[in-house]
């Protein structure tokens, strides 16, 4: 079993820059397609971005696309969500969701706890 622990959301102006980390622990992810996902106040879970296994293919959906970047480190467990030119639509809690196979176009089976992410007008 796994564990997803995403850090780095916190408060921030609109316009400004932020670094989200999922941490996973328990067994390693590099197998794995890693996607993250938010939810805003009052709304549903809207995917954001994805990457495979390799980390060799990245995908994002248009409402963010230009300004986030998805990477990952497989020698660390990690992956990150670089986000710039935030907009405070972007406030939300970000989670972090572990596909069940090397594609992000597999099954989602594991999600972090998330974490939250205020951008201030």
């Known amino acids: 079993q796994v564990q997803l622990v995403e850090s780095g959301g916190r408060l921030v102006q609109a316009g400004g820059s932020l670094k989200l980390s999922c941490a996973a622990s328990?067994?390693?992810?590099?197998?794995?397609?890693i996607s993250w996902v938010r939810q805003a106040p009052g709304a549903g879970l809207e995917w954001l971005s994805g990457i495979n296994s390799a980390g060799g293919y990245t995908n994002y959906a248009d409402s963010v696309k230009g300004r986030f970047t998805i990477s990952r480190d497989n020698a660390k467990n990690i992956v990150f969500l670089q986000m710039n030119s935030l907009k405070s639509e972007d406030t939300a809690v970000y989670y972090c969701v572990k596909h069940d196979g090397l594609s992000t176009q597999n099954g989602m089976d594991y999600w972090g706890k998330g974490t939250l992410v205020t951008v201030s007008a």
């Open positions: 328990g067994r390693a992810f590099s197998d794995n397609g």
